[in-house]
């Protein structure tokens, strides 16, 4: 039983997810429901951050850009344009990819502390335009959004309905960047990105362009971040400048390390917990965040590899192939 | 094969390499003496791109390559190790030679493949590990093995790309006469199908196998010829050779 267990543990993770939604509301209200889409959609965004951060090295202190940018293209494309997802989606990545291109390119010429503080800054400019270009973007009020809606025009299309049609969007496109971020790991390509993590320069004397490898790895993650923002925005009906916060850049970095680095499954994890545990707290006390930190800090001391590499030492989950 | 000509490189101000000149035949093995500092590590740095040079030239197979960058130096075919391990620590030794191996495929970075089975890489592998006689700890991290293993990947690196050229930094640097013994043998071995610059400082291994020696003094050529003539040099004996 327990082998079985270890070794489908994945497909009885998915299963779970699949069924979650038929627990509400006899085991849980439709809050959790809420809740759980939103873990989805962060771990789209987390799994892309995984592999720029956890798998290649590279610490970015600006992602919330994508993820906000997602938003913003979401706003606009379903309030002037069309309110059908794939469409919203095709734009948003059009854009991001340009972007993305853009300030990877530059980013990526840095390292450690250096490449921290461009893509913060990058980041920060976005931020700023966003606040202040108050005609476009709405500044601080941000911009409420029409119901998104999915089908084929002129055939099928339905507003999403919630809050179970979202959870199940969500975990389609979860499960679907968990399948793409295995298959980039465990490529050839996902190699020479650990490698460059472990040692950039001996990497560029066995003869890879470290440059392009980084900046491909830059763009997975950008893409993901993207499809995150558009659903976070079209779930909430809204986009504010919140968004594209530095915090959230932040909070990226905090769930990543809680949840174990360069395994792609803990970040997600980690990013669980920062969510329930937060809202948990937050419902207790105002000061919520000096608990999360303060968990935070002791997870560092005790256990550096995150809350997987807990899980991995174990006995139990020892051995299986995460 | 490889053409230096008058390199000059100085660290703030301090002259290392001063007009150096020499040149390496395809399928000899030239060999780089001279005292600590000389200035042996910083030539082979500013050859193989990770300095500039102030002045001067490389040549690489009638190509000029000075000041060119790593990767494009290791496609050209030339491969390098280093005096003082510069590995993948984290990772197993099979998966650091793979990573060498690999390098060469024009598909190294896909994404939509699969590694070792792709295009005969776990076999060109499981080749460079024999041999430098580590196929039996290819799956023991690179970090955990003894410091004489350590400097035999650190050549399997490099010769996994499959270098036309090859240029080794003092593999025996740190290893014990026993163990630098196996290494002896394997340098012996390689200089039979590849070209090698070899920076070495037992004298008595240098005289046996290389074809040339070049011998450098505060950053400049003090003589080149066969090991015998060298042996003879006067000046060469004076700065170096003197306190045998
Ligand atoms: N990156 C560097 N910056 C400043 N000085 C350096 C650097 N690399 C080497 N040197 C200096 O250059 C001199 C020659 O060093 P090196 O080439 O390592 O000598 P060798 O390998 O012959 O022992 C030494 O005095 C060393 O301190
Ligand atoms: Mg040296």
């Known amino acids: 039983m327990t082998v079985i267990i270890k070794k489908y543990y994945l497909l009885l993770i998915l299963a779970a997810l699949v069924l979650l939604p038929l627990a509400s509301p006899a085991l849980f209200s439709d809050y959790y429901l809420d809740l759980f889409t939103k873990i989805l959609i962060f771990g789209i965004m987390l799994l892309g951050y995984d592999i720029l951060a956890g798998y290649t090295g590279l610490v970015s202190l600006g992602h919330a850009l994508f993820f906000g940018l997602g938003g913003y293209c979401a706003a606009f494309t379903i309030n002037h344009f069309s309110s059908n997802l794939a469409p919203v989606l095709a734009v948003a990545l059009i854009v991001s990819t340009a972007i993305g291109l853009f300030v990877g390119f530059f980013s990526t010429q840095t390292k450690d502390i250096f490449f921290v503080f461009l893509t913060l800054a990058f980041a920060q400019f976005f931020y700023l335009a966003a606040f202040n270009m108050t005609g476009i973007t709405g500044g601080d009020n941000g911009i409420t959004i029409a119901k998104a809606t999915i089908g084929i025009p002129s055939l099928w299309t339905t507003k999403i309905p919630r809050p179970y049609g979202f959870y199940y969007l969500a975990l389609v496109f979860f499960v679907l960047s968990f399948a793409i971020c295995r298959r980039v790991i465990n490529s050839p390509f996902g190699k020479v990105l650990v490698a460059i993590r472990e040692n950039e320069e001996r990497v560029s004397y066995l003869g890879y362009s470290i440059r392009k490898v980084k900046i491909k790895s830059y763009m997975i993650s950008v893409w993901l971040a993207t499809v995150a923002g558009v659903l976070f925005a079209a779930y909430q009906d809204f986009v504010s400048p919140g968004m594209l916060h530095w915090a959230l850049s932040g909070d990226l970095i905090l769930m990543s390390v809680l949840g174990g680095m360069g395994t792609l499954v803990g970040p997600v994890l980690g990013g669980a917990i920062i969510i329930l545990l937060g809202d948990e707290l937050s419902s207790l006390t105002e000061n919520w965040m000096i608990f999360i930190g303060g968990f935070f800090v002791l997870m560092i001391i005790f256990a550096p590899k995150g809350v997987l590499g807990v899980l991995s030492n174990i006995r139990w989950f020892r051995n299986h192939d995460a | ?244």
């Open chain 2, 1 to 244: 094969m490889l053409k230096v000509d008058n390199l000059c490189k100085s660290f703030s101000r301090l002259r290392i390499l001063n007009d150096l000149s020499f040149a390496v035949r395809e399928g000899e093995l030239k060999a780089i003496i001279g005292p600590n500092g000389a200035g042996k590590t910083t030539l082979f740095n500013v050859i193989t791109g990770r300095f500039a040079p102030d002045e001067g030239a490389v040549r690489f197979r009638d190509k000029d390559i000075t000041g060119a960058k790593p990767h494009v130096l290791s496609n050209l075919g030339l491969a390098r190790s280093f005096q003082i391990n510069n590995f993948f620590q984290n990772l197993t030794v099979f998966e650091n030679v793979e990573l060498a191996v690999q390098s060469r495929l024009e598909r190294r970075t896909a994404v939509w493949r699969d590694l070792p089975h792709t295009d005969g890489v776990e076999a060109r592998t499981l080749e460079v590990l024999d041999l430098i006689g580590l196929n039996e700890q290819a799956g023991a991290l690179a970090c955990n093995l003894s410091y004489g293993d350590q400097r035999k990947l650190e050549i399997g690196l490099a010769l996994g790309t499959g270098p036309s050229l090859l240029m080794l930094d003092e593999p025996t640097s740190g290893m014990s006469r026993f163990e630098s013994l196996s290494m002896i043998e394997l340098i012996q071995r390689l200089s039979e199908r590849v070209t090698i610059i070899l920076i070495e400082h037992d004298i008595e291994f240098v005289m046996k196998v290389s074809d040339s020696i070049l011998v450098i003094h505060y950053g400049e050529k003090i003589a080149e010829g066969p090991p015998a003539e060298i042996e003879r040099n006067e000046e060469v004996q004076r700065v170096y050779l003197g306190g045998l």
